[in-house]
């Protein structure tokens, strides 16, 4: 069993910059992916940012953004600390929303992007961006 806990959730005015975290604990089980979700009143849950992990707990390092996020967001993993971070940037009221840290695919040819995909969630921290 993998335990996934969020934080850094904040209110910020446009242009502004989060740091996420996402620690794990029980980490033997993540086996290949740790990703970022959001979802915003209304709206599906979307993928936001991926780092694979597999090849020994966070030993791979291959990311992946969604095209709305490149070049703003980074995500990132500090070993020592198990703990993966979202560093946002140039924050705009459209990346309002609730962010989740999901971990471990059910299937491996599940897509990463797909919030289906995942069989570990936290509880989400929440991200306001005001204009």
């Known amino acids: 069993q993998v335990q996934l806990v969020e934080s850094g959730g904040a209110s910020v005015q446009a242009g502004g910059s989060l740091r996420l975290s996402c620690a794990a604990s029980?980490?033997?089980?993540?086996?290949?992916?740790i990703a970022w979700f959001r979802q915003a009143p209304g709206k599906e849950r979307e993928g936001v940012a991926t780092?694979?992990?597999?090849?020994?707990?966070?030993?791979?390092?291959?990311?992946d953004y969604a095209d709305s996020v490149k070049g703003r967001f980074t995500i990132s993993q500090d070993n020592a600390k198990n703990t993966v971070y979202l560093q946002m940037n140039s924050l705009k009221p459209g990346d309002t929303a609730m962010y989740y840290c999901a971990a471990d695919l059910i299937r491996s040819d599940y897509d990463p992007m797909e919030a289906r995909s995942y069989n570990y969630w936290g509880q989400g921290t929440q991200v306001t961006v005001s204009s």
């Open positions: 029980g980490h033997s089980h993540i086996s290949d992916y």
């Open positions: 780092i694979y992990v597999g090849g020994g707990y966070y030993g791979g390092g291959n990311r």
